[in-house]
């Protein structure tokens, strides 16, 4: 991995040193400080770490940042730049197996170690996506799509059009059998959930995955993630756009959801995505798919109906106490097509924003109602200020997650700017983003506590 | 003090030492759990497979390859108080610990090294499940220092601060099952340079290393608290890492018994030679001999069979008498090669042509068959392997790869010590490849004001204290450094300076009688500090002579909840109640109605005498004078 900087990282003085030696990143070098000698391998420094420091990595393989002084010396004993050799496997299509495509979009999938340097080299042509995860060679013909490499948190609902139209067009193409999309979790439901919109009732089953643990570490989610994702992909007639992430801490089995209900609930676990007030669609264990909510939508059954494209002038506010009307006024000013706001309990925010949304509505922005409180329905016939905002012309989302009203809305826009048709199409199920009924355990089912939130509960 | 018998010089005996030491902070290195090892049924279970990692070249490390080829689940018990998501690689580290820190820049310091200037915490590579993420983390704190020992000065190559890994409790068909409690607590680790040349020299560098340790008063005390890993090797042989030397003592004879097996090795390496073999000549060739065994008598193999396993048989050209041939203490390369499989596939082991194959009941036409359907030679040996297909693959091919190594002499590996003297294959020598930054925690820099704070509050050198006690308290250093080493110290000296009992005594009780005690009874448990103490204070307030000292230690040895009030009650020595005093000192008034009529107040000495005749050692004689007044108030005032 080359650097265009040959001493990325380094600035003032240190660098003023290290240039007069010759030094480059990956030089062996020898460092002289008053009595002490270091020697090591040059490393790349962050731009956001200090420039007193040198990066080294020891004989021993262990780093260590040396502190600069004006009468320190430093020494090139040789220099190996870092070189890779990609692994080689060859591939055989298998006529018996069904194609599958994996779009990437900037995750790493299956990555690569650098020992020498540390750094993780993503794997994703064909031949290393397979030495990496060989398994999947047994499951299905993989072929792999780098569209993007973009981070999840900079993701635009532009890329979700991009992505979107690469899906479209391997559904056109007609010669796969499912569709995996490798994405990172921060934004994965937002994305998963525009798809949703945009391409309802496709064919084949449209999977999302990603993982919580990068691949470069042993205990990687990557793999199993992907495995099961290929499985699900190949194997289910499901015509839904779904996510496929761990089912529980342990390795045993995963989990799919369907992409309108599902959360990322944690910031680090690997069973972070949970079906919000409703349960998985399926779970995947040992190979073997297992569907847990029957009202699926089967590939094939209702016809593929693809519009895609979104309004992206749409803004999601969080309401929290304090919260100044002008926050709204700002959107309308900035001429935005749609507010979708995340009130507390059954869809409030406070008195004070009243006069501001209704110039929403009277400007023709739809201003949508959703809950932070994720379980449950919006309400706002209750009390006194949920029947004034319904008033002020607020349209509440019944039990749409607040992201994929976010999503929702974005869509609903390019098919129509009519107030009326609008809320008309919010409170219309298209892809299972609202749920009718709340079954009792919708609120307990935590997915991925082996033995049952009562054990839990009981040993806390 | 030992037998000689080798001459290191000669065999260029060379060996390092790395030794990992717990630290007793109360939290963990990365996480804020407490620092403690929990008993009982787990609160929670978990279960996870590891993968191997490509390295850079688009390989994978072969000695994580090894691992992974275990192909075995990992099961990890869990308790709530002791493990947070981060042990179970569910949320990323907090800052690192500061006091660990801490504690490794004044080892760093008191060995003379130096402190790393911004430290970068690395991750280093683990696939046999120990380590949840599949990493250790680990910081080198400081470099270049120096212990003194007797004849040269011995550099520490490396101080460094990594988290311990966890307790492995059971292996049994394919999965290893640890606990969680023990993963993450602040380990140092310590590195010298292989200039060791003796095993009184490493004993002598581990000794000293071990009371720098101390010195910091951070070090954790007690069996498996310290480790010590021997690398070492002898010219012809390679460089081989025993693991796990929990007793220093211990070390002679796992020298001695890995340089026996060194040279063994290298003797068998030389005696294939002499019969012209090469590595070529083996060949991963299993051959499927079932069939032979059909109708056998030998209760193992029908069973086997009967289950759908299979007998594989390979032939070793020019290995005849070489898998009979001892390495080891007692243990044959034969037994080497088993132990190797048995380790990487689980199969109980290998039956090779070099043992007596009649004792597991198969019959000559049997083995004859087996001989000419692997067309052997007559310098050739044979080996077979029992268990389903693939296992019994692998075992055979784990067979072969050792064989073609032994054209080497000594194969690089690590070993797990054991106490016998003898060691087991446990992995192949990891690479330093294996260490790559840990990209979750920033570098942290150390400051000058931090050393020099450091620096002003040092200990003293440990060898100057032991030279210090030895005079303060008139006992030989050689005394001393048992009770260091036996971690008897501390208490040592709170006996001796809080009560005031004679040193020699309690150094003797302590060492002495406690061996001679252990010995007596191989069951016997270790008695707490805290019941120590209490056994001298006893002693002190004359309630036990120091004969019964011995007495009360061997009941409270031999059973860990027996309370030193109940082993005084066995040996007579039970406490009275004060109404069981009076009553004493009632017919003892009684019997001396005449005397104290006679001498009146002069009659309280020889009366006390008589009381406390009866009652020394069970009750408090203040108790026992104020009761005997009040009794004699009493008859006199009738």
Known sequence: MGFKDFLKGYRGNLRVILESAGAKIWSFIRVIRD???????????SDLDDDQHINLKLKNGYNIGVKYSPNMRIEVLDYKPVSYRLPEKKLFFKPDKPNITLIGTGGTVASRLDYNTGAVIPAFTPSELFSAVPEIEDICNLTPKPVMSVLSENMKPEDWVKIAKEVDKEITNGSVKG????????TMTYTASALSFMLRNPPLPIVFVG????????SSDAAFNLINACIFAAESNVGEVVICMHGSSSDNYALIHRATRVRKMHSSRRDAFKSIGSIPLAKLEAGRIKILLKNYTIAGAKKYDPQISLDTKVALLYFYPGMDASVIDYFIDKKYHGIVLIGTGLGHVSELLLPSIKRAVDSKIPVLMTTQTLWGYTGLNVYETGRKLLAAGVIPCSNILPEVAYTKLMWVLTQTDDLKQIRSL??????????????????????????????????? | MVKKLFDYRQLGFKAGLEIHQELNLNNKLFCKCPNILQRGEPDFIIK????????????????MLTEYEKNKT???????????????????PTQINEEAVETGLTLTLLLKGTPVDELHVCRKNYLDGSVTCGFQRTVIIGLNGAVPIENKIVPITSISIEEDAARKISEENGVIRYRLDRLGIPLIELVTAPVLEHPEEIYEAAYRIGLLLRATGKAKRGIGTIRQDINLSIEGGARVELKGVQKLEWINRLVEAEIQRQLSLIDIKNTLLERKGSPETLVFNPVNLSKIFEKTKC?????SLKQGKQVLGIRLPYFKGLLGRKIQLEKSFGFEIADKVNAITGLKGIIHSDEQLSKYGFEEHEIGEVKLTLGLNSEDAFALVIGELEKANKAVKIIVERC?????????ETRRVLEDGSSRFEREIHGGARLYPDTDTPPLKISVDQINSIQRSLPPYPWETEKIYSEKYSLPIKVVRELILEDKIDLFIEIVDRLSIDPVLVSKTLIETMKALQRENPKFKEISDDKIFEIFKTLKTGRIAKEAVEDVMRILGSDENITLDVALEKLGLREITVEELDEIIRVCVEDNLKLIKEKRERAFTPLMGEVMKKVRGRIDGRIVSEHLKRELNRIGGE
């Open chain 1, 426 to 460: 919010i409170n219309t199920n298209m892809v299972g983003e609202i749920l009718d009924r709340e079954e009792y355990n919708g609120f307990m089912i935590l997915q991925g506590v082996e033995n049952g939130v009562e054990n839990i509960l009981k040993n806390i």
């Open chain 1, 35 to 45: 009595d002490q000698i270091f020697e090591g391998v040059l490393l790349p420094r």
């Open chain 2, 48 to 63: 996870r497979f590891f993968r191997p990692v490509m390295g850079e070249m688009g390989e994978f490390d072969k000695a």
């Open chain 1, 211 to 218: 993982s919580q643990r990068s691949s470069d570490r042993p």
């Open chain 2, 299 to 303: 209760k193992l193999v029908s069973n």
């Open chain 2, 404 to 412: 073609r190594l032994a054209y080497t002499g000594v194969p690089l």
């Open chain 1, 179 to 186: 569709i995996i999309i490798a994405h990172g979790t921060d």
């Open chain 2, 74 to 92: 990992v099961v990890y018990e869990g308790f709530y108080q002791s493990t947070c998501t981060y042990e179970l690689d569910e949320t990323p």
